[in-house]
């Protein structure tokens, strides 16, 4: 798609370290046609960009009044299957919930004009909550697993998309028939996005073993197998309820740990994300850390479906690297700002039973649903910042007109309330703790213009 060169005008909010939120009240971003950050100054009249190499004609997009440039979310682990379920889930817990809720739902993708509608609006959705990339599970069924990444293409957004693989303890009407068709059919999603998008530039296949009780011993080792001849991330579940933690053990009498069994079928690597993560021993953490495997913390769902408490802070001291979930459906939400609300009140919980050092902070927590989440599915570098190099995957917020209460409310703004006096530091809190998907006025990737609302000027 041809695009302009654009000049994005206006203060940008980066993330630059876990703690460190790189606050730039006056800011030009230049953006080149192949969607790419050529030019970063923080002084928008000084930096303006010599009236030549084509600059002269850029196109200028400005932020509105308490607006500001931030980074694309990136959710680190979706079920875009599930979006029917978002908020259904009644008391269930882990396992009953996929028996009476989940797998009914999945196996219906058979249907491929159904799979086409609920796809369409997960991702139109998740892009106008500002999510510029997510990882997504499909179903087991190929063709609405590729229609998945066909939509994605189409609408722009950056994703990875697997193929569920399950064959066992499930139910006989949703199951892969054995190792052998799971591979194969794995193999069809993959072939399918090299077909569509050979570099994988937006659209990367993703192995998916659903979780270990799921699968049997030869398929986790196939898809182990396949992992690495392939070289493609993977993406699985761990340790999210003790009843399932519990299985694990009986299913695999000789592995050390949930996280052991992985380990034995070659999936815990540097391109694996580990989703949930709450119940981890230390030796498991260790062992992952050793591997450089990546967790996918996914606080509404844990709440959700009373999984427990993950502790963030104690595997962000030892060095893991943590990005934030969604989980729809076991997650009611898809919005990564909420999301991110989520994990800092959960973080509250945590502090309760073991001291105050467990709070995330607004900015750790605006960390992990961007740059944490970009080194997750191995996309350092290329997005969940503003840097010269990097691609414009982001996101423009306004906060809405300074009103008191004699003024009339501006609905279009949504639930932020702001009154002129606040400190940066303080607009950002206002717009994760009461922000919403109004907050977020137009969405890029790549510098591809992929959602906007009314009113936009672009
Ligand atoms: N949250 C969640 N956990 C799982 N474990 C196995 N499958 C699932 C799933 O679909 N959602
Ligand atoms: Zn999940």
Same mark, same amino acid.
């Given at each position: 798609?041809?695009?302009?060169?654009?000049?994005?005008?206006?203060?940008?909010? @980066?993330?630059?370290?876990?703690?460190?939120?790189?606050?730039?009240?006056?800011?030009?971003?230049?953006?080149?046609?192949?969607?790419?950050?050529?030019?970063?100054?923080?002084?928008?009249?000084?930096?303006?960009?010599?009236?030549?190499?084509?600059?002269?004609?850029?196109?200028?997009?400005?932020?509105? /009044?308490?607006?500001?440039?931030?980074?694309?979310?990136?959710?680190?682990?979706?079920?875009?299957?599930?979006?029917?379920? #978002?908020?259904?889930?009644?008391?269930?817990?882990? !396992?009953?919930?996929?028996?009476?809720?989940?797998?009914?739902?999945?196996?219906?993708?058979?249907?491929?004009?159904?799979?086409? %509608?609920?796809?369409?609006?997960?991702?139109?959705?998740? $892009?106008?909550?500002? &999510?510029?990339?997510?990882?997504?599970?499909? &179903?087991? @069924?190929?063709?609405?697993?590729? !229609? !998945?990444?066909?939509?994605?293409?189409? %609408?722009?957004?950056?994703?990875?998309?697997? =193929?569920?693989?399950?064959?066992?303890?499930?139910?006989?009407?949703?199951?892969?028939?054995?190792?052998?068709?799971?591979?194969?059919?794995?193999?069809?999603?993959?072939? @399918?996005?090299?077909?569509?998008?050979?570099?994988?530039? $937006?659209?990367?296949?993703?192995?998916?073993?659903?979780? #270990?009780?799921?699968?049997?011993?030869?398929?986790? +080792?196939?898809?182990?197998?396949?992992?690495?001849?392939?070289?493609?991330?993977?993406? &699985?579940?761990?340790?999210?309820?003790?009843?399932?933690?519990? $299985?694990?053990?009986?299913?695999?009498?000789?592995?050390?740990?949930?996280?052991?069994?992985?380990?034995?079928?070659?999936? !815990?690597?540097?391109?694996?994300?580990? #989703?949930?993560?709450?119940?981890?021993?230390?030796?498991?953490?260790?062992?992952?850390?050793? %591997?450089?495997?990546?967790?996918?913390?996914?606080?509404?769902?844990?709440?959700?479906?009373?999984?427990? =408490?993950? =502790?963030?802070?104690?595997?962000?001291?030892?060095?893991?690297?943590?990005? *934030?979930?969604?989980?729809?459906?076991?997650?009611?939400?898809?919005?990564?700002?909420?999301?991110?609300?989520?994990?800092?009140?959960?973080?509250?919980?945590?502090?309760?039973?073991?001291?105050?050092?467990?709070?995330?902070?607004?900015?750790?927590?605006?960390?992990?649903?961007?740059?944490?989440? +970009?080194?997750?599915?191995?996309?350092?570098?290329?997005?969940?910042?503003?840097?010269?190099?990097?691609?414009?995957? #982001? /996101?423009?917020?306004?906060?809405?007109?300074?009103?008191?209460?004699?003024?009339?409310?501006?609905?279009?703004?949504?639930?932020?309330?702001?009154?002129?006096?606040?400190?940066?530091?303080?607009?950002?809190?206002?717009?994760?703790?009461?922000?919403?998907?109004?907050? &977020?006025?137009?969405?890029?990737?790549?510098?591809? *213009?992929? @959602?906007?609302?009314?009113?936009?000027?672009?």
């Amino acid at each position: 798609m041809a695009l302009h060169k654009t000049l994005y005008i206006g203060p940008f909010i @980066h993330c630059k370290t876990l703690d460190d939120l790189d606050i730039c009240p006056n800011g030009l971003i230049g953006v080149d046609e192949d969607g790419k950050i050529s030019h970063v100054s923080r002084d928008a009249k000084e930096g303006l960009l010599p009236a030549q190499g084509g600059w002269e004609h850029a196109k200028i997009v400005r932020t509105e /009044q308490h607006g500001f440039f931030f980074p694309g979310f990136i959710d680190t682990h979706i079920h875009a299957s599930q979006y029917p379920n #978002a908020g259904v889930f009644g008391n269930s817990t882990l !396992l009953d919930w996929l028996n009476t809720y989940t797998f009914p739902l999945e196996s219906s993708f058979k249907d491929l004009e159904r799979a086409s %509608r609920i796809y369409n609006r997960v991702v139109a959705r998740t $892009l106008s909550h500002g &999510t510029t990339t997510a990882a997504y599970y499909a &179903t087991v @069924h190929v063709p609405a697993t590729n !229609l !998945l990444a066909d939509i994605c293409q189409s %609408r722009g957004q950056r994703a990875f998309v697997g =193929r569920v693989c399950m064959d066992r303890l499930s139910p006989d009407y949703y199951q892969d028939e054995s190792t052998e068709s799971a591979v194969r059919d794995t193999q069809a999603c993959i072939d @399918h996005i090299k077909h569509i998008d050979p570099e994988f530039n $937006l659209i990367t296949p993703i192995i998916t073993p659903r979780f #270990a009780p799921s699968c049997t011993d030869e398929t986790l +080792a196939a898809l182990g197998k396949l992992h690495h001849a392939t070289g493609l991330p993977c993406q &699985t579940h761990i340790s999210e309820n003790l009843q399932e933690i519990s $299985l694990v053990k009986s299913l695999f009498p000789t592995s050390d740990s949930y996280a052991h069994v992985y380990d034995t079928a070659g999936l !815990l690597t540097p391109k694996t994300i580990l #989703a949930h993560a709450v119940h981890l021993t230390p030796a498991e953490r260790h062992l992952i850390k050793t %591997r450089d495997a990546k967790i996918s913390h996914c606080p509404a769902s844990n709440t959700a479906i009373t999984s427990g =408490r993950a =502790r963030v802070r104690t595997m962000l001291d030892e060095g893991l690297t943590v990005g *934030l979930g969604t989980d729809v459906s076991g997650g009611y939400t898809s919005s990564m700002l909420t999301e991110i609300r989520e994990a800092i009140f959960v973080s509250r919980h945590v502090a309760m039973h073991e001291g105050d050092e467990a709070k995330l902070s607004v900015e750790e927590a605006l960390y992990l649903a961007t740059r944490g989440g +970009a080194k997750v599915v191995g996309l350092e570098g290329r997005i969940g910042g503003f840097e010269v190099g990097m691609e414009w995957d #982001a /996101q423009m917020v306004r906060l809405g007109a300074v009103g008191g209460a004699e003024e009339r409310l501006d609905e279009r703004a949504g639930l932020v309330e702001v009154f002129g006096e606040e400190t940066w530091e303080e607009k950002v809190a206002k717009w994760v703790y009461t922000g919403d998907d109004r907050n &977020t006025v137009a969405v890029w990737v790549k510098g591809r *213009l992929v @959602h906007s609302r009314e009113g936009f000027k672009g």
